[in-house]
């Protein structure tokens, strides 16, 4: 009978609904209901204890944070850094709580988005439930209308969307990360973050025209970052303008003289035309920054070989090694 019971479920359970039935099962499984927006909405009655124990939180937060705005945006605030950072389960229960402190926040409808999103091709993985296979959650543009209706001068979106168009990319859902970028540059066209991360999906793309035109608006808006100007240094190598590229790994490094990408992009862009001795010269610059890099030895080591300088090489290939460089043995093994 319960095989049966769980067949008919999974037979009436429809795309982008959530049933009831499946909310039901998640409320009494270790409580993941608070997996589901807005703990499954009007489509579930809470248990009394359930009731208790939101009120306790909300009057709990307010003790700490003043009223129920503070609190509100504090929650959400680390929902959407939990999100960033891959912890989707824990943003989503903050995005939760922050819609039991308040209902009519735009942020946490845009989060609920967010989630779902992420979650909505294998929803089964997410919930982990025993009881039942969850095939289909809500569907997420549901509730980014609720966001956009419940927000004023898209304050809330734009707040949103530069963790969206950047979280995105920690589930690999390029895609995504791509359709928020532009939406947030809609909202904000002369915005250097924005432009920047978009310029750098484009880079993930290996669009480097449109990158470079996102990174020069960026610049001419007033971006005077290090990422910037390498990155649109790289985009400029990868489309064969090694002028550019130069130039703009040069002002990547000027601007922060530890940064250590743009003065290895230089050293193995310079390594590629031929360039040995200046190769040498930026090789040795990150080694000063950071000596305890096996991939910048081996670079050396390389360097080292193609002037002829076997010996000293070799050293700095065993040095390489030494450090975990993988590839460091078969560079040695290839110059004896």
């Not at 939760?96 to 735009?106: G, M």
């Not at 979106?157 to 530069?162: A, G, N, R």
């Not at 490094?253 to 360039?275: A, E, H, M, V, W």
Request: aromatic share 12%; hydrophobic share 35%; proline share 2%.
């Amino acid at each position: 009978m319960k095989n049966l019971i769980i067949y008919f479920l999974l037979c009436t359970s429809t795309l982008f609904a959530q049933t009831k039935d499946e909310l039901l099962i998640l409320m009494n499984d270790h409580g993941k209901i608070n997996l589901v927006p807005m703990y499954g909405g009007d489509s579930i009655n809470k248990t009394d204890e359930l009731i208790v124990l939101d009120r306790k939180f909300v009057e709990d937060q307010i003790k700490q944070f003043g009223n129920k705005d503070s609190a509100c945006k504090m929650h959400n605030m680390t929902a959407w850094k939990c999100f960033y950072e891959g912890d989707i389960k824990m943003a989503m229960r903050r995005f939760n709580q922050a819609w039991l402190l308040d209902t009519n926040n735009a942020s946490e409808y845009f989060g609920f988005s967010a989630v779902l999103e992420v979650i909505k091709d294998n929803p089964d993985n997410y919930f982990e439930t025993q009881a039942l296979k969850i095939k289909n959650v809500d569907d997420p543009k549901k509730y980014y209308q609720i966001g956009i209706q419940k927000d004023k001068d898209n304050i809330n979106e734009i707040f949103s969307l530069k963790f969206s168009s950047t979280g995105f990319e920690t589930y690999n859902k390029l895609d995504l990360a791509m359709n928020a970028s532009n939406r947030l540059n809609e909202l904000t066209p002369k915005d250097t973050f924005a432009l920047l991360q978009r310029g750098h999906l484009h880079i993930l793309k290996k669009d480097w025209e449109k990158a470079i035109t996102d990174f020069e608006l960026a610049i001419q808006n007033g971006g005077k970052n290090a990422n910037l100007f390498n990155d649109l240094g790289y985009s400029y190598q990868e489309k064969g303008d090694y002028e550019n590229a130069f130039k703009f790994y040069e002002k990547s490094f000027k601007t922060s003289p530890t940064f250590l990408n743009p003065i290895y992009n230089d050293c193995l862009l310079r390594l590629k035309l031929g360039q040995y001795e200046s190769a040498l010269e930026y090789i040795d610059k990150c080694i000063a920054i950071k000596n305890d890099v096996g991939e910048f030895h081996k670079t050396k080591g390389e360097i080292l070989i193609k002037l002829n300088k076997k010996e000293e090489g070799i050293i700095c290939l065993r040095q390489a090694k030494k450090l975990g460089d993988k590839d460091a043995a078969q560079i040695i093994k290839a110059n004896k």
